[in-house]
């Protein structure tokens, strides 16, 4: 059974700072690039990030280029999101996703996705 399961989320003030992490299971999880989603109410979901299954390419919306970054480490089968400067408009649900495909910033190409983290930013 594959499981995602995004935790670090919170409340924080504008220009603070939150790291969130996805533990995956179920899957062989360096054979995934890994990205990182978010979504408001009422809105599409929209790509924030994704790895590469090694760490050697990343890629950033450019919503948040310069303010988040991406990593992940094989050993812990784990994902995680730096995020730093944060915005107000940065709240919103963020999931992380596996995909067989390299660098994608389609929805539809990611398999798995986690289970969503809330992330509020207070101005």
């Known amino acids: 059974q594959v499981q995602l399961v995004g935790s670090g989320g919170g409340l924080v003030q504008t220009g603070g700072s939150l790291r969130l992490s996805c533990a995956a299971s179920g899957i062989t999880f360096s054979s995934y690039s890994m990205g990182w989603f978010r979504q408001v109410p009422g809105k599409e979901r929209e790509f924030v990030a994704v790895v590469s299954w090694s760490s050697g390419s990343t890629y950033y919306a450019d919503s948040v280029k310069g303010r988040f970054a991406i990593s992940r480490d094989n050993a812990k089968n784990t994902v995680y999101l730096q995020m730093n400067s944060l915005k107000p408009e940065d709240t919103a649900v963020y999931y992380c996703?596996?995909?067989?495909?390299?660098?994608?910033?389609?929805?539809?190409?990611?398999?798995?996705w986690g289970q969503g983290t809330q992330v509020t930013v207070s101005s």
């Open positions: 996703a596996a995909s067989h495909w390299v660098l994608t910033t389609t929805i539809k190409n990611y398999a798995y």
